[in-house]
């Protein structure tokens, strides 16, 4: 049992030394767009078209093509309900559409949700001008075609 103290302690004293690795961002966004299901498959490319045109590139007129009229949104910077996301997006200026979408890691797909997975620098507090890289995740739900519901880890500006 000592030994099994010991060795806990030294993992636990070790884990300081332990560089974090930072998040990568992946190569191929559209092999992850691939299920075996065809139903998340198409929730997963819904999603991705949707973050490329109207998230990412600021086209508030695409989101109706996207996002039902009821939609929920739980980040308390925004209101819910598909007008109020399309009066906020439309304030922000319109961008090419990228193939792409920006800081993409990952996007998985199970039942009706869709999560994606964002590579996010922050200023290192510790480190006076150094970053470290992080993950951001947003979820939407999906309905009949349509993104009805939102979760990220948003905080009050």
């Known amino acids: 049992m000592l030994k099994l103290c010991g060795l806990f302690g030294a993992v636990l004293l070790g884990l300081e030394a332990v560089a974090q690795l930072p998040v990568e961002v992946h190569g191929n966004q559209l092999e992850l767009l691939h299920s075996a299901d065809r139903v998340l498959a198409a929730n997963k490319k819904l999603v991705f ?3 490329r ?16 009229e009821g939609y929920v949104q739980h980040d308390p910077n ?3 309900g598909r007008a109020a996301f399309v009066e906020v997006v439309g304030r922000l200026p319109r961008e090419p559409v990228k193939a792409t979408i920006d800081e993409l890691v990952s996007i998985v797909a199970e039942r009706d949700l869709v999560v994606l997975a964002f ?3 922050l200023p290192d507090l ?5 970053t470290y890289t992080t993950t951001w995740f947003d979820m939407l739900r999906i309905a009949d075609g349509k993104i009805v519901e939102h ?3 948003g905080t009050k500006d």
């Open 53 to 68: 045109e109207v998230l990412q590139a600021h086209h508030a007129d695409r989101a109706p093509e996207y996002v039902a």
């Open 49 to 51: 078209d949707f973050w």
């Open 78 to 80: 925004v209101a819910t």
């Open 126 to 130: 510790e480190n006076e001008g150094q």
């Open 119 to 121: 590579r996010s620098e």
């Open 151 to 153: 979760w990220n880890y």
